[in-house]
């Protein structure tokens, strides 16, 4: 079944230590989209990809930084992750042209816990 | 600003009823798209149902379905015939087409045996 794979599924890493979450697509969707959400709020985006075109949320810290190398693929990097970033991480597709909807499909998310 | 708004941070019912979660939006845009998302607890984001905001037909899936008036900007969704699977968070999201969604705040919804 097509679908969103984010790796890890569970992440423990050490105040200030530079981590990184992958996700990966079978979608074929030309958008990618990164979101951090804390203990049941609604998520809140980070950035988002039109193919490679990167597009930053205004109030993403710069602490956080994305790469897409190619169509399947989109990583989050947390350069110095301070305990206020301990969150759920969703990783989310979308196709081009809204796909008549506009609709987006989810991964499972990884959990990250800051120690 | 565009926003999404939903009133009920938490409801719960037996199995076996029916449940309404409330979700009010605000926008100047004349066409958009309205969804409602499930997230059972430590499982993933699914989609539930979306509607189109040209479409003036509600849309339904299976046991779910939506009570869309757009001069009131409301987008209700209706749980008949809730099971214990049903226990999630519910959000409600709007976009007006632009690969950005506006997330209301969420309603968990707990079923009861």
């Known amino acids: 079944d097509a679908m969103v794979i984010q790796n890890p599924r569970y992440q423990v890493t050490q105040f200030g230590k530079p981590v990184t979450l992958s996700c990966s697509q079978t979608?074929?969707?030309?958008?990618m989209y990164w979101y951090q959400q804390k203990s049941s709020q609604a998520p809140k985006l980070l950035f988002h990809?039109?193919?490679?075109?990167?597009?930053n949320e205004a109030d993403t810290p710069d602490n956080f930084q994305s790469r897409r190398p190619n169509t399947s693929f989109c990583f989050l990097d947390i350069r110095s992750p301070g305990l206020g970033d301990a969150a759920m991480y969703l990783c989310?597709?979308?196709?081009?042209?809204?796909?008549?909807?506009?609709?987006?499909?989810f991964g499972p998310g990884t959990r990250l816990t800051v120690t | 600003a565009q926003t999404v708004t939903q009133s009920q941070p938490e409801m719960s019912v037996q199995e076996a009823e029916t449940v309404t979660l409330s979700c009010t939006y605000d926008?100047?845009?004349?066409?958009?798209?309205l969804f409602w998302y499930k997230q059972p607890p430590s499982r993933q984001m699914i989609l539930v149902i979306r509607?189109?905001?040209?479409k003036q037909q509600n849309a339904t899936e299976n046991r779910f379905s939506v009570n869309f008036q757009k001069a009131a900007k409301s987008f209700s969704l209706k749980i008949s015939d809730s099971q214990l699977g049903d226990t999630a968070m519910y959000f409600c999201?709007?976009?007006?087409?632009?690969?950005?969604?506006?997330w209301g705040a969420g309603t968990k919804l707990i079923i009861k045996p």
């Open positions: 999201a709007f976009t007006p087409g632009n690969y950005q969604l506006i």
């Open positions: 926008t100047s845009e004349s066409n958009y798209y």
């Open positions: 509607q189109e905001a040209y």
């Open positions: 979608l074929n969707h030309n958008v």
């Open positions: 990809y039109y193919d490679k075109d990167f597009n």
């Open positions: 989310a597709t979308s196709p081009k042209g809204g796909g008549g909807s506009y609709e987006q499909y």
